[in-house]
């Protein structure tokens, strides 16, 4: 048992550390916004992320295998707002990035984004596949997976905050944020990619 439970802190810290949707947005909202004003931000992604873990695990996911459409209609409206993120970056004016005008995303923002996230509803479902056994309350392990990320991926996250706040000091001069946006867009935009593909390779 020991081994497991090892298993998924290693599996929630790798899958939590590593670039996605969420550790763009929230790097990107920590130079914009600093860290206090991006808290809202990060709670929102630590408590609704271990939330859809436990609504999968108590059954959501058996509707989406028998209704493969609503989870198909998901990814396609998590793609385009995403894409409308990237751009909303990508064509952020330096003043306005320099002293912070705007608001950061909120905490039921945050919270709602994770069932539009891909990279979310991968680790979601891998975690659920990987880490539970049908000869167990399904309930019970889900909430067990929703803890160990509960307790793991807040700190993975507040390091991309945290960055995203120390490069404020670093990129002052207005062609340096531009790069920065358009590179942070980029980069979202890349984080789902696959999903982009692979959409486009089930309607040719």
């Known amino acids: 048992m020991t081994e497991i439970y090892l298993a998924m802190v290693l599996f929630a810290f ?8 969420n550790n763009m947005l929230i790097l990107s909202s920590g130079l914009n916004h600093g860290v206090k004003r991006s808290l809202p ?3 929102g992604i630590a408590f609704g992320f271990p939330v859809m873990i436990i609504m999968i695990g108590i059954g959501l996911g058996t509707i989406f295998e028998r209704f493969p459409i609503l989870h198909e209609i998901i990814k396609v409206l998590g793609v385009l707002y995403m894409l409308y993120l990237a751009w909303m970056i ?3 004016k330096p003043k306005d990035f320099a002293i912070s005008r705007g608001k950061p995303m909120g ?19 891998g975690a659920i596949a990987a880490y539970t056994s049908l000869s167990h309350d399904m309930i019970v392990q889900a909430m067990i997976i929703a803890l160990v990320f509960l307790l793991v991926g807040p700190p993975c996250t507040a390091c991309w905050l945290f960055l995203g706040a120390s490069l404020k000091h670093l990129l002052q001069k207005p062609h340096q944020q531009r790069i920065f946006n358009v590179t942070m867009a ?11 593909q692979e959409l486009i390779m089930k309607w040719l």
Do not use: C, D, E, R
């Open 14 to 21: 790798s899958t939590s550390i590593t670039p996605g949707p």
């Open 41 to 43: 931000h990060l709670l």
């Open 186 to 196: 980029l980069l979202l935009v890349v984080s789902i990619a696959p999903i982009i």
């Open 90 to 92: 990508a064509t952020s």
């Open 107 to 125: 905490f039921w923002q945050a919270f709602f984004f994770q069932w539009v996230n891909p990279k979310g509803w991968i680790m979601a479902l």
